[in-house]
């Protein structure tokens, strides 16, 4: 064969690789992504990162046990990447080390506030407080939300551990609890992570006055496997959420037949796991998913393993940030779709 005509052959291969999400069509749903080099201390998998949320032009990084960080650092921490250091990786794709500042939780006492503590599971930041969601285990049954207030330098986060709510689960799934949290017309929302039709058969989110005096129960529309986080949600109501499922939670979540499309059975189905992002909207007394948006799959790198997204934020021009928590490795991934 001509040498010219393998040249070609390689490298529409190649081309055809570095898609992100391609459906039966051929038509891509990505122009890229690629992974964020992390400085050694952020980049630990035991940082096991659980949620991702903007801090005016600063991206929050949540590991779900701040208290990790104590042996190695000397102090409970989270860790914020700058608007510079955020504009400069995403110039360079990538290709430098980027150190994240870290950020000293002060005051931390979640793990007093039930028995079974888990860590934290969410976080979001309404312009003047941060709220946090807790996770403890299935013999509580209960999640708890606690307020947070940052430093002036920036420094020091500390959590206000008077300032929090217990709040009873909808449903009793193997560690499941509030794993989404958000912000959206002046009311904190939490979202719980399993509300498939066989495993949940009343799904709810919580809305909550941000001074904690008033919550109530919101419909949830059933969706199928894990909702693991969520964006911040714009003033039309629409947002994002990370719906991932790993097959070897499949006699705890037990799916049903999944309505979101799915073009993409070959890189994402129940025995090699599901990784996407759908699209939500706040309605009224509900969140529903918001079918006038199409769901993007992620693509996934081998098919053997699954990648536990648990982090995610929306970037400017339908781009986004997602992280990982733990499995495979600590992964902090910038992508951006059509």
């Not at 690629?34 to 590991?63: H, Q, T």
């Not at 920036?154 to 509030?178: G, K, Q, W």
């Amino acid at each position: 064969m001509p040498k010219k005509i393998i040249l070609f052959i390689f490298v529409t291969l190649l081309l055809t690789s570095c898609s992100l999400f391609k459906n039966s069509n051929g038509d891509d749903h990505s122009d890229q992504y690629f992974d964020i080099k992390l400085s050694e201390v952020a980049a630990d998998r035991n940082a096991e990162y659980s949620g991702l949320c903007w801090y005016e032009n600063n991206l929050i990084m949540l590991p779900q046990y701040p208290s990790y960080f104590n042996k190695i650092l000397g102090y409970d921490t989270i860790f914020m990447l700058s608007q510079d250091l955020i504009s400069d990786t995403i110039k360079r794709k990538g290709k430098r080390v980027v150190a994240p500042a870290q950020i000293k939780v002060i005051n931390n006492k979640a793990h007093e506030l039930l028995p079974g503590y888990e860590g934290f599971e969410g976080i979001c930041y309404d312009g003047e407080f941060f709220y946090l969601s807790i996770e403890y285990n299935a013999t509580t049954n209960q999640g708890a939300i606690v307020k947070a207030r940052l430093s002036e330098d920036e420094t020091e986060l500390e959590i206000l551990n008077d300032e929090h709510l217990i709040l009873d689960l909808p449903s009793n799934v193997f560690n499941a609890s509030y794993e989404s949290i958000f912000f959206y017309d002046n009311h904190i929302y939490l979202i719980y992570e399993a509300n498939g039709k066989r495993i949940n058969r009343n799904p709810i989110a919580k809305r909550i006055s941000r001074d904690f005096q008033t919550v109530e129960d919101v419909a949830f529309e059933a969706i199928e496997y894990r909702i693991t986080d969520v964006t911040a949600f714009d003033e039309k109501g629409k947002g994002w959420a990370i719906n991932y499922f790993f097959p070897g939670d499949l006699d705890h979540y037990l799916p049903d037949e999944d309505f979101i499309p799915n073009n993409y059975v070959a890189e994402n189905n129940t025995e090699i796991g599901i990784e996407r992002l759908i699209p939500l909207r706040v309605m009224e007394n509900k969140i529903e998913y918001d079918n006038s948006r199409k769901p993007i799959y992620i693509k996934k790198e081998k098919r053997d393993i699954s990648y536990n997204w648990e982090g995610v934020v929306k970037y400017h021009n339908n781009s986004f940030f997602i992280a990982t928590d733990k499995y495979p490795q600590t992964v902090l991934r910038f992508l951006k779709t059509k």
